[in-house]
């Protein structure tokens, strides 16, 4: 991801999540130097990213979004394993990530790709009259 990308990836955002990133926490995540992908398709507009931050063993995914014309074509896959690929460059021995209960899609994403659950952050995400929980899911990257 570059910061030429950014207002591409705030469209998908802002309409994938009902609480957008802004702009600012985007440039802010390129700018500290966190590991960020799209997906650029050759014949559209850009379909998906992930950011992460990789450091002392561990790789944390972000935020891993695609727009939502490009479900359900193995791109989310795509992202996960340029993720897993650099953590390993990177010598991370596991990749953790926070995902809403009710982000069933992602669920099923981060569970075909081998994720398990390791626990629960209460209150995690804003909601719009309660705050949601998040679940904290693992996956070993060891070789």
């Not at 014309?69 to 394993?81: C, Y």
């Amino acid at each position: 991801m570059r910061r030429d990308d950014i207002a591409a990836v705030r469209g998908i955002e802002s309409t994938a999540y009902d609480y957008p990133w802004s702009e600012r926490i985007f440039r802010d995540c390129l700018r500290v130097g966190y590991r960020a992908w799209v997906i650029e398709p050759v014949d559209g507009p850009l379909a998906g990213y992930a950011l992460a931050s990789i450091a002392v063993g561990e790789a944390h995914l972000l935020n891993l979004c695609l727009a939502e014309s490009a479900r359900g074509r193995g791109l989310g896959t795509r992202l996960l394993d340029s993720l897993v690929a650099q953590a390993r460059r990177e010598a991370a021995a596991v990749v953790m990530l926070e995902v809403r209960p009710s982000n069933t899609a992602a669920r099923r994403l981060y569970a075909r790709y081998g994720f398990i659950e390791q626990g629960r952050r209460p209150g995690y995400y804003p909601g719009e009259t309660v705050r949601e929980d998040a679940l904290l899911l693992s996956l070993d990257i060891t070789p």
